[in-house]
């Protein structure tokens, strides 16, 4: 597998490319942080989008190594001392992912697992089309701890599900399962655990069939129906989202809950299973803000009581 950083250390690299034929897969790879987000990883995970084109692939599957897709944003990661200029840049990076995704002209598909939580839950639906694993949870704590959406969400969101359900789930925070996410119309394709990446390729496979400039016609002129004001609203949530920082509580990039100090089990909400969080590793929620405590996340599995 090659990869998208030039640090010499594969390793140690947070988002790795390789070429699947036509197919470009993206790979989140923190897998010993359940692929939780860095300002590293949003930078890394937009060029690697970038480099796909550019390669002349014909689609990309976004996935995420290890046990989950991505569990938002790292408190683990030292907070930056940044003046509200850095703060708004970073934001501005994290935005770029949705902006990359929307903007390419080839579809990008979502292969998700595990956990899809805050930043990572966004990312997956920024994608044209989301393949889940059964037991994946999905879940955005935001509000829970004080921040607001970012990559489009408040958009996005809402025109899938309309806003009473889009206001519940931003409010509550509570989680839901993939086959909930389907019905919903959020998720396309719910498979067998461990199934999802096979499947996604699968998908982009049936993809390739289809003439290159219609594919991406038709993914432009669905996206420029739905959101003609996507620009304003990437750029009205960097505005409340810059309202968290240096508010007292705010001290850098990460939010959410350092799921290794965790040791209660906590409800994700309908449909998700219980769980101990000590064992997750897992960062948290996206965000502008620092690391405000969230509450633990329950590590997905199967069916419990």
């Known amino acids: 597998m090659s990869t998208v950083t030039e640090t010499g250390h594969p390793e140690r690299d947070p988002v790795r490319y390789e070429r699947n034929g036509p197919v470009a897969v993206v790979e989140l790879h923190r897998p010993h942080r359940l692929n939780a987000v860095t300002d590293e990883v949003s930078r890394e995970l937009v060029g690697a989008l970038r480099r796909a084109v550019a390669e002349g692939a014909r689609a990309v599957v976004l996935t995420g190594a290890g046990r989950a897709f991505c569990s938002g944003h790292d408190l683990k990661e030292p907070a930056p001392a940044e003046d509200p200029l850095a703060a708004r840049e970073r934001l501005e990076r994290l935005q770029d992912v949705t902006r990359t995704i929307k903007r390419s002209p080839v579809p990008v598909i979502a292969a998700v697992h595990g956990w899809a939580v805050g930043a990572g839950c966004e990312w997956a639906l920024a994608c044209d089309l989301v393949v889940a694993a059964e ?3 999905f879940m955005f704590p935001e509000a829970g701890v004080g921040l607001t959406v970012t990559n489009g ?3 996005l969101l809402a025109a899938v599900l309309g806003p009473q359900r889009a206001k519940y789930l931003l409010m509550t925070g509570s989680g839901f399962t993939a086959e909930e996410a389907r019905g919903w119309g959020l998720v396309n394709e719910v498979v067998p655990d461990g199934e999802h990446r096979r499947y996604a390729l699968e998908l982009a496979g049936r993809l390739l069939d289809k ?3 219609a594919l991406a016609l ?3 002129t669905l996206d420029r129906g739905l959101g003609a004001g996507l620009e304003e609203t990437l750029a009205m ?5 810059m309202r968290v920082v240096g508010t007292g ?3 850098g990039t990460g939010t959410g809950t350092d799921a290794t100090e965790a040791t209660d089990t906590t409800e994700a909400g309908p449909g998700a299973g219980r769980g101990t969080a000590a064992d997750s590793g897992a960062g948290s929620v996206s965000g502008a803000g620092g690391p405000h405590r969230a509450p633990a996340v329950p590590r997905p599995g199967r069916r419990q009581p």
């Open 135 to 137: 037991y994946t949870r």
């Open 153 to 155: 969400v408040s958009q």
């Open 211 to 213: 003439p290159p400039l």
């Open 218 to 220: 038709a993914k432009e």
């Open 237 to 241: 949530e960097v505005d409340l989202s």
């Open 249 to 251: 509580t705010d001290t």
